[in-house]
């Protein structure tokens, strides 16, 4: 006789994963909008089908759209069970659909009849994102803010960080997105606002909460990305680690960060920016770079930045400020010595 399906909660679930493959049974358009990173698709519908299905439901009946389901799904079932067996080799899964119900519950017993250890995420996906959400403001985690100007190589600094061993949070990596109007500038595109979430949510379970993690002092959104509010209040209420890199350094950070973009693309970044930085400054910058005089279009961007930036800054609620100076642009130099300045000070 074959055992129930095995029900279990978000927690174990995620604990489970490192052993089992995550498969979401949600159609291809809802697996995009976000998913539990690491799991693989295997949907039970089409995005056509399971907008039929849910119209027979709504303007029928829940028999006629049950029946359709299993019109479609019939034909496919030796199909899903090799796919599952192509993700799966030793048929070890986890299974969860949008809210646990049907879908995963017919994968499910199906995979269990060909020989799978399957457990199902009790609540599906949904439950999945609540726990997400919650676990932002619920975790007790400490971070450690890295804040400077832009051109201060705060970005080269967390990585150097981690390869010092340090636990970093990359938020412009997870948003595929450096922050600024040249954000976007050589990036992928950007992830919906509810994976970056899953991402973050992801990364963040991996820390030990013993220990610090070191997140830049980025604004509320990334490009078209927000940052949610849990994680947010935390941030703006932890240390605050400025650092103090003279312009002139930062801006030949930037020309060299920034010099090998087509100058239409630039010139395209310095229009999205042009109410809030002036016109006159913006006129300005882009006939340098059509001269070819990168170096003072680059200055004059940056002053209004650094105007931005402060602005921005002044606005947190950050348990500890300091300002550290540094005459140098090396990542590995400035990393060490945070994160001495980080142990003296027991952040």
Not at 98 to 111: E, F, H, K, N, V
């Amino acid at each position: 006789m074959i055992e129930p399906v095995e029900k279990v909660d978000v927690p174990e679930f995620l604990d489970e994963a490192a052993q089992r493959v995550i498969l979401d049974v949600r159609t291809p358009a809802e697996f995009e909008q976000g998913h539990i990173p690491g799991a693989s698709n295997m949907p039970l519908f089409t995005n056509e089908e399971r907008a039929e299905i849910g119209t027979l439901y709504k303007q029928v009946s829940k028999e006629n759209a049950f029946k359709r389901g299993l019109e479609l799904v019939g034909p496919r079932l030796t199909a899903y069970i090799e796919q599952a067996a192509q993700y799966s080799p030793g048929k070890v899964v986890g299974v969860h659909c949008w809210r646990g119900g049907q879908r995963s519950a017919s994968i499910a017993q199906l995979l269990v009849y060909s020989g799978f250890d399957v457990k199902v995420l009790r609540g599906g996906y949904k439950a999945f994102r609540n726990y997400v959400l919650r676990a932002f403001s619920d975790w007790d985690y400490k971070l450690v803010v890295l804040g400077g100007k832009t051109g201060s190589g705060k970005t080269d600094i967390l990585h150097q960080l981690r390869s010092e061993g340090e636990q970093v949070l990359d938020l412009e990596g997870l948003a595929h997105h450096k922050g600024s109007a040249f954000g976007a500038l050589g990036q992928e595109p950007q992830p919906s606002v509810e994976h970056f979430e899953n991402e973050l949510f992801s990364q963040l379970k991996q820390f030990d909460f013993s220990r610090r993690i070191w997140v830049e002092n980025e604004s509320r959104t990334i490009g078209r990305i927000f940052i949610p509010q849990g994680f947010w209040d935390k941030k703006v209420s932890s240390p605050l680690i400025h650092i103090e890199v003279p312009f002139e350094i930062r801006v030949e950070r930037l020309m060299k960060e920034y010099a090998h973009f087509p100058k239409e693309h630039l010139m395209e970044a310095l229009s999205k920016i042009q109410k809030r930085m002036g016109p006159q400054h913006v006129k300005a910058a882009k006939e340098a770079m059509a001269a070819g005089d990168l170096k003072t279009a680059t200055e004059l961007a940056l002053h209004y930045y650094d105007k931005a930036y402060l602005m921005a800054t002044a606005k947190g609620n950050f348990s500890q400020e300091f300002h550290p100076e540094f005459n140098t642009n090396d990542s590995r130099e400035i990393a060490r010595s945070l994160i001495q300045f980080a142990n003296e000070h027991e952040l």
